[in-house]
């Protein structure tokens, strides 16, 4: 019963301490990202300790919600009824201006989609979570 | 010129299961080994040592090298999984061989079995037990989305395109075709058109550029000592062994901005795998080229793999993979067969078992005993290739029926 509903239902992330603040910022439709004090580069995913230098002079920035696409890949067969019932979705990586490399949803026309294009991120609520998802900027 | 052998494959044992004939993970496993030590002339509490990739997806309890050795009543000095993904797998030999030469262990057992098909919904599992937990899943990636993403920048960054893709998928279908425990047998040979013609699973890949979950496998292996194995009828030496693991989730890939691997290239990237670093050892320790291989034995799950594992491999410079398959260099008739099972897109990937399904190939291959298609002239030295996870890890190994 516990895994029909399961397979029913939005996967939720599982939530790690040092992504905490990442979380509670989504649920106010803030996207936010770690930059290092120290040697000033971007630091994703969240961590407790710089991965470029090792500081522990990680703090909280907003992100400007832009990026372009890196890479993508449209599914057309969902790998459960609610990814079935949205199918085809599109998944991929964002470069966010700011220097780091975001897994997201990029929604639009598939056939609008490239590499290089610039998105812009909005919000969806999938369950108990708010998600950054992108969309094509201009398009939105 | 070769260095002396650092091990020896004394023993094999293989085992398949299907829909008609179903096996559980614990039954292949069984009879692989048994297979394994009457081949090895040896009896079980003469193994030392037992060591697995990591849990079937058919049968998820951790533990499962202490569950297989409990259920044959086999103490052992030391057992355990090695988590690499499928390149763990791999690497058991290696592990094995640096047991063997520290003269920790004479006999050490490496096997696998799955058989995700007959016992699990591997769909519906997706892409959760590869993919992160926390920033992937809630986005409902699958795994050929996932090693899409890795497609699509190889398209880009070198210029290929669907059609060179298909080009893969004929040449392992032209061996699985003939191989009477490939998955995709039944299908014949096929050609780029109908490759081309397939849905799309994960853009850009189609449904005949992706592996299939088929049947089961079981495979085992004994390994000893270069000395021991003298005594032994047909030993396969191991010449060189490598490995490196990356990562875990391609989101904390995509996010490094350098690694210790030059072979890796510039980071980010996508197109280059922890195979070309394992490659790179596998060739030092043995002091073998890519020129001595006469046979490739690779991880191709997805289409793109085949050019993507050649070139890390050093058969092709990076981007110029896909001449090796379309010169016809991988077929029967070529100087660099591979995949001569037809490989995971034809053969199918049973589960984890699949990089065993590689091994067990290359030993049937050298020995002389494949079951479906062989080259005219017999391979002496073949490169196995296991990669595991989403581009996550490598393992090569380079196998031999000489010394």
Known sequence: MTEAKA??????????????????????????????????????????????CGSAGLSWERSGGHGTVYSYSTILRGPTPVWAGIAPYTVGFVEMDEGYFLFTQIEGDPDDIEIGKEVTVRYVRRGEQKLPVFTMTGNG | MSHAPVAAVIGMGDAYASLENRKDPLRLAEEATLGALADAGIRKDQIDAVFTGRSPW?????????????????????????????????ATIAVASQMIAAGAAEYVLCLQSDATQLFVDAVAMGAEADADPQFEVPYGPTIPALYA??????????????????????ANQRWGAHHPHAAKAKHGEIDRAKVLASPYVATPLRRWMCSTWGGGTGGALVVTSPER??????????LGYGSASTHEYLGDRMNMRQCRYPALGEFPNLTHTATAEAARQAYTRSGLTPADIDMLQISVNFAHMGPIVMEDLGFAKKGSGIDVYREGRTGVDGDLPTDTNGGWLSFGQPGISCNMD????????????ALGLAPQRRPETVLVQGAGG?????????????T
């Open chain 2, 390 to 402: 989403m581009l996550a890890a490598g393992s090569v190994l380079l196998l031999s029926s000489s």
């Open chain 2, 149 to 170: 993403q890795a497609a699509r920048r190889y398209f880009h960054e070198f210029g290929l395109t669907e059609a060179d893709l298909a080009d893969v998928a004929v």
């Open chain 1, 7 to 52: 397979l029913n239902d939005w996967p939720q992330p599982y939530r790690l301490m040092a992504a905490e603040p990442y979380w509670q910022a989504l649920s106010e439709e803030q996207l936010t990202f770690q930059r290092c004090a120290d040697c000033a580069r971007a630091v994703w995913p969240a961590h407790t300790y710089c991965t470029h």
């Open chain 2, 58 to 90: 058919a049968d998820k309890r951790s533990q499962w090298s202490n569950i297989f050795i409990s259920h044959m009543q086999m103490p052992v000095t030391l057992n355990s999984e090695l988590t690499m993904h499928g390149a763990g797998l791999t």
């Open chain 2, 229 to 238: 194995a003298r005594e032994a009828r047909d030993p396969v030496y191991v």
């Open chain 2, 358 to 369: 590689s091994l067990v190939e290359a030993v049937r291959q050298l020995r002389g005993q």
